[in-house]
């Protein structure tokens, strides 16, 4: 075993998994002009491994192995396997997929009958005491559904799997780009999402269940692709091909795909979501495999909702699965509309932007009451439950009753559950258009926005009044330990101001006030997820309107260029505070000024390629690093070179099996006898083998062990010269773990040192190089 020292500059460093290092440097966690100051304080120091938020849990995360690790038993094994075993993983590939789509199609269905119902019920319940005049009684009513709904979805959250609070959008996001936590994609995880959204948004948050069901499609993809659970007694031995990270990315990024198609019957706009926002790498045979996943989705979706027209589900009904028909007309528009058109992009990316800034604020601010405990989270949820009770029953009360128009196709007031013409207080014949936006289900609402049948149906005072409500309380709402997606709020708000200029514009504009109320949505959705094709395409599919391409491909264009002069998208900002290590796929521009040995730091622990079972050990214990380079030394070698790299949980195993030798001599032919490549494979949800289960007697720790059987004899080199924009770039590219960093010149050791993940993060570089402009 070697040390090698390198000298960094006033920098104390607290060792990490596989050599990544958590700063304790202060400055790095100053507010500097673009870096953003993640959630994590100095004082959470963890000497294991780096930390980050997930969902609302303070967690050890590590960094995923998407590199082949070719070694001797990697090379026998593939020289081993035959047609009829490749032919059976492809297979097997495939079904999984189909079992995703199906899965994930089942748990949306699921969802929205859930959420239809139990809603439903408390409408009708509040609508039936308003209707006798029993106001208190109604709000009552309506408050404490909510707030039993909310405390159920919270504990769950805050007891279970506070990793399930949030969208979860960004922790897959953080995951398809190499960031693992155990608790990202768990069982438990997957089982309070679930729950968890249908009573979030049954208790009428200004939530979405589209984010947290990307989640939740990440969770199947995941369970499905590990085997099952040992921890809860479901394993399949046959998937142990996929037992690999890999592979389960691959996994992965169809089960999130394949929840955006669940989530808005969008199959085509799921795949490109997951092409454009979800996965960091991407190849032909992923697009098939998305898109044969989301296929299945949208199948399963369309038997489901054809069973349920026969009346076989409650409550549930066409409005259950999003699907707004806004407008079967052709649009036309002219120069009026085009110049609105603009308006409405500038528009949406000044609000997006601001509302991207607020919601940093008070992730900020939620982050010290979730520090508390659980109780505190609980404690949190029940107050928002209650200010959004007292908004959904107490703004109706502002608006003026409107006469119901004649010659209606639909009865007014309506007296069930959904409806565009709610009654609240008003007397027979007219309605409350207030009430017909706020005592309904978010997705009601949006459709009654995007409606095109009466141009007056809701008033400009109202229509402002539901805007300032849904963007407040969508602010204030995300955060809070429930899962929360925030693409419905961002939707009903963009849609009311959307609605609010077709209004105005009414007397001189070609499109109606439904198509505004469209664009509007789009706009506010690209100002603040910034993204483009997969918003379009989306929004298309939801609307079954792809006459409105052009104009939705103008309006998303101009909201994103106008947001993006001012912050980043809602997700990146949440990746960056909740601390997830996330590689951009461009490198910064300082990174110009650096090369690759400018910040691998030491001490850096190798193995000679016959090494002391007691050295091996005693490095386990001491590091917990990931990654060991092994170096070949005289006698084996004329010189000392470098034979590779070996990881850790590679170690763990071959240790346990104690294929040792009394003297300093090669045995890996034994362990090639001895072992195969499934036995190093991956275990699921991070329940490997560890180091304290490992049983070595004193005369044993004096023997050595053979590491050239399990050392990866072609990682990724670059020299130390490298620009460290470069070895960014390649990092990232390539999906590494560990790239190892030699020498220029010879006559010194054969490795510098090995750059990770955390190595390439701008509080990293800029805590050891602060003269450095971030800007240049």
Not at 157 to 169: H, T, V
């Amino acid at each position: 075993m070697h040390l090698y020292y390198r000298f960094m500059e006033n920098n104390v460093d607290i060792e990490s998994e596989g050599g990544e290092k958590m700063e304790t440097n202060g400055s790095i966690f100053e507010d500097r002009d673009m870096i953003r100051e993640p959630l994590l304080l100095k004082s959470r120091v963890n000497t294991t491994s780096q930390i980050a938020i997930v969902g609302a849990n303070v967690c050890p995360i590590e960094s995923l192995d998407y590199e082949i690790v070719e070694n001797d038993l990697f090379k026998q094994d593939w020289r081993s396997r035959k047609k009829v075993q490749i032919f059976q993983y492809v297979v097997l590939k495939w079904t999984l997929v189909l079992l995703i789509g199906i899965a994930t199609g089942l748990v949306a269905f699921f969802n929205n009958i859930a959420v239809e119902n139990i809603a439903g019920f408390k409408l009708l319940l509040t609508g039936n005491l308003m209707l006798k005049q029993n106001y208190y009684q109604a709000f009552a009513a309506l408050a404490g559904c909510n707030v039993v709904l909310a405390t159920c979805a919270a504990v769950l959250c805050a007891y279970i799997a506070p990793a399930a609070a949030g969208s979860g959008i960004p922790e897959v996001k953080a995951y398809l780009n190499g960031v693992d936590a155990h608790s990202i994609l768990a069982p438990s995880t997957l089982f309070v999402k679930i729950f968890g959204s249908i009573f979030g948004v049954a208790a009428g948050f200004v939530v979405g269940k589209e984010g947290p069901m990307v989640h939740t499609g990440a969770c199947i993809a995941n369970l499905l692709g590990q085997g099952g659970s040992r921890k809860y007694h479901l394993t399949w031995k046959w998937l142990r091909y996929f037992k690999n990270d890999r592979d389960r990315r691959d996994l992965i990024t169809c089960g999130a795909a394949a929840g955006v198609a669940a989530a808005f019957r969008a199959p085509v706009g799921g795949v490109l979501f997951a092409l454009e926002e979800a996965a960091s790498w991407w190849r032909s045979a992923l697009l098939w495999r998305t898109f044969f996943t989301t296929a299945v989705v949208a199948v399963v979706l369309k038997s489901l909702i054809e069973y349920c027209k026969n009346e076989e589900c409650g409550l549930f009904g066409d409005g259950g699965l999003i699907m707004f028909n806004i407008n079967s007309s052709v649009p036309a528009y002219n120069t009026i509309d085009l110049l609105a058109i603009i308006l409405l992009g500038v528009i949406g990316g000044i609000f997006g932007s601001i509302y991207n800034y607020l919601v940093d604020k008070v992730l900020r601010t939620y982050s010290i009451i979730n520090e508390r405990g659980p109780a505190f989270r609980v404690l949190l949820v029940i107050m928002v439950s209650i200010l959004t009770s007292c908004f959904a029953f107490g703004v109706p009360w502002l608006a003026k009753c409107i006469p119901c128009p004649p010659h209606l196709g639909e009865e007014c007031p309506t007296k069930g559950r959904s409806g565009s013409y709610k009654s609240f207080q008003c007397p027979a014949g007219h309605y409350n258009d207030l009430a017909s936006l706020l005592l309904t289900t978010n997705d009601d609402a949006i459709r009654n926005l995007f409606s095109s049948l009466n141009t007056n149906e809701f008033r400009i005072t109202s229509l402002v009044l539901f805007f300032v409500a849904m963007y407040f309380l969508g602010i204030i709402t995300y955060g809070i330990a429930i899962p929360s997606g925030l693409f419905i709020p961002v939707i009903l708000a963009g849609a009311s101001y959307g609605r609010i200029v077709g209004r105005i514009l009414s007397p001189i504009a070609n499109l109606d006030v439904g198509l505004f109320a469209l664009l509007g949505a789009a706009s506010f959705l690209g100002g603040t997820m910034r993204m483009t094709v997969s918003l379009c395409v989306i929004l298309l599919e939801l609307t079954n309107n792809l006459l409105m391409l052009p104009l939705m491909m103008l309006v998303l264009l101009i909201s994103k260029t106008v947001a993006d002069c001012f912050n980043k998208g809602v997700y990146d900002q949440i990746v960056i505070m909740k601390g997830l290590p996330f590689l951009e796929a461009h490198a910064e521009p300082y990174m110009r000024h650096l090369v690759a040995g400018d910040v691998v730091s030491g001490p850096l622990i190798t193995f000679s390629g016959v090494e002391k079972v007691g050295n091996v050990l005693h490095s386990l214990r001491m590091t917990s690093h990931n990654g060991f380079p092994v170096i070949d030394e005289p006698p084996l070698t004329d010189a000392p070179e470098l034979c590779g790299l070996v990881l850790r949980s590679h170690l763990l195993v071959l240790l346990q099996g104690k294929v040792f030798t009394k003297h300093r001599r090669l045995s890996g032919a034994e362990t090639l006898k001895r072992y195969h490549a499934f036995d190093f494979a991956k275990a699921g949800s991070g329940k490997g083998l560890k180091l304290e289960d490992l049983e070595i007697d004193p005369e044993e720790m004096e023997m050595y062990v053979d590491l050239h059987p399990i050392t990866n004899t072609s990682p990724y080199t670059v020299v130390e010269t490298m620009s460290l924009a470069k070895a960014a770039v390649a990092f990232r590219e390539l999906g590494l773990r560990h790239l190892c960093v030699v020498p220029k010149t010879p006559g010194r050791p054969p490795i510098v040192g090995i750059l990770t993940r955390h190595d390439f993060m701008p509080e990293h570089i800029l805590g050891l190089y602060p003269h450095i402009d971030p800007h240049k």
